[in-house]
């Protein structure tokens, strides 16, 4: 745990070498990362977070961003510039911080990630009604069981085409994520003004896109608008049988294409 802004943030710091930064998707936390973290402390000192408000890291009811706090763990780290690695709403607060604090990033990846200021599709609405349909918000077992239906075995895919583990450590880190929602929305939390959607074309350091080929086709899209408008991004084919939490389903091929995109 480390104290930054008035909060205590869990994280694990592993191994020596060029610094990355995880940021887990907003249906987990740092745990969905267990399988890159080892792999990546070959080469690297590996940093993943609990983003304020998740999974062991503490949310005071006082305002706050959380790129910002990205940037304020680095100064609390002693490190200058690291590498980001971001999944779903983790990329997003990627990219946001690539955008906050430039002098901060030294690349990003990007794995299904998310974009500030994006909006979902009406395509996206309409599997969601499908697939999931009127759930109670306050049921957090039913909208983690949802959530998982829709982002982790996705909407190519039936449930028993998914390792059941997967959809059980899924679906616990997702029961606790909620939670973790339900109190962020109480607390002012800082957006990027203006979005990052409107703002892609301002990145200038090396990024690496790519999703899983069974994801959402919104964030199957976004990772091709990303490649576009940054400069000089890499997109790697989508990840076959693999869905929004693809660094935990299919490990091998992401820890390859991060052991060779990072500095």
Do not use: K
């Not at 940054?230 to 997109?235: E, L, M, Q, S, T």
């Amino acid at each position: 745990m480390i104290e930054m802004n008035g909060a205590l943030l869990a994280y694990d710091d592993t191994g020596d070498g060029s610094p990355v930064v995880l940021l887990h998707a907003g249906i987990a936390d740092r745990r969905m990362w267990r399988h890159q973290i080892d792999a990546l402390a070959t080469r690297h000192r590996v940093i993943a977070l609990d983003l304020r408000g998740y999974g062991e890291s503490e949310l005071p009811a006082v305002p706050f961003a959380h790129h910002d706090d990205v940037a304020g763990l680095l100064d609390a780290l002693g490190i200058d510039r690291a590498a980001l690695v971001g999944c779903s709403f983790g990329g997003a607060v990627a990219v946001d911080t690539a955008l906050a604090h430039p002098g901060r990033v030294s690349a990003l990846a990007l794995l299904g990630a998310a974009v500030s200021g994006n909006e979902w599709s009406e395509e996206a609405n309409g599997l969601w009604e499908t697939l999931v349909g009127e759930v109670d918000p306050e049921d957090f077992a039913a909208t983690a069981a949802g959530e998982v239906r829709f982002w982790v075995i996705g909407p190519r895919r039936r449930p028993e085409d998914v390792d059941p583990d997967l959809v059980a450590f899924a679906t616990e880190m997702d029961q606790r994520a909620l939670a973790a929602e339900l109190a962020l929305s109480a607390v002012d939390v800082a957006e990027l003004e203006p979005p990052a959607i409107g703002r892609l074309g301002e990145l200038r350091v090396p990024v690496l896109v790519t999703a899983g080929a069974a994801d959402v086709p919104d964030i199957v899209r976004l990772a091709d608008r990303i490649a576009a408008e940054v400069p000089g991004a890499v997109r790697l084919p989508d990840v076959p049988d693999a869905a929004h939490l693809l660094p935990l389903e299919r490990p091998a091929p992401v820890n390859a294409a991060l052991l060779d995109f990072l500095p």
